[in-house]
């Protein structure tokens, strides 16, 4: 059974440019959450889809959105880029809520210039 | 304020020696506690998720314990190998209704040197 795929691995944009990445799940997983990663931070919930609805959010602002498409396969954005937004961003799919063993991807590590 | 803290922040053993992860939580109320591995540049891994009912669980050569009561949780890691060089994250789920988030710790950061 494949794992979850993020895409890309590594993206590196300027600031004021918007950013997109993507996330699919283990087969069969119908919740998906985000989280940044900083070295300072830790993780930070950004949010969390269950058949394509968002049913938790953290606390980041507006710039940051998201969504779920019918196959479970996620998508965030992140749009005016700010330097501060450089983080790890981790997607994390699990059966059918969070309260279950969560299954991380690879990550995509995004660097705003 | 509902918040994990886990010491040592970093960590350096010499390989085939035990070390020990701790783990306080001022988390409430308690649903339960997970420990990750996390690989550099990799996501998280799942090691154990313990219940307010379990005491211990082992996976492998990891052993974590709960004691619900002083709020701790402790990782051992028994006959470290250079594979077990990673980053150890403490997680507590909260149980409030439909608020059930999960609380990160900043985790330790664990170098096994040959």
């Known amino acids: 059974k494949a794992g979850v795929t993020q895409t890309p691995r590594y993206l590196i944009k300027t600031r004021g440019q918007q950013v997109t990445l993507s996330c699919s799940p283990i087969s069969g997983h119908r919740s998906v959450s985000w989280y940044q990663q900083t070295p300072g931070q830790g993780l930070q919930f950004l949010f969390e889809y269950f058949s394509e609805t968002q049913r938790n959010k953290g606390n980041f602002p507006g710039r940051f959105s998201g969504r779920q498409f019918s196959n479970s396969r996620s998508e965030m954005n992140v749009s005016t880029l700010e330097l501060g937004d450089s983080a790890l961003y981790l997607c994390a799919s699990s059966p059918t809520r969070p309260d279950e063993k969560l299954f991380f991807g690879s990550g995509t590590q995004l660097s705003v210039l | 304020k509902n918040q994990v803290e886990q010491s040592p922040q970093s960590l350096i053993i010499l390989e085939g020696k035990n070390c020990t992860l701790q783990c306080n939580y001022t988390v409430s109320p308690f649903s339960n506690l997970r420990w990750y591995k996390q690989d550099t540049g990799r996501g998280p891994v799942s090691l154990t998720i313990?219940?307010?009912s379990e005491n211990t669980k082992s996976n492998g050569r990891y052993t974590a314990t709960l004691d619900a009561d002083t709020k701790q949780s402790s990782l051992h890691i028994t006959a470290s190998q250079l594979s077990d060089s990673a980053s150890y994250i403490c997680v507590v789920r909260l149980n409030a209704g439909n608020n059930r988030k999960l609380i990160w710790g900043l985790g330790t950061s664990l170098a096994v040197n040959p």
């Open positions: 313990m219940t307010f």
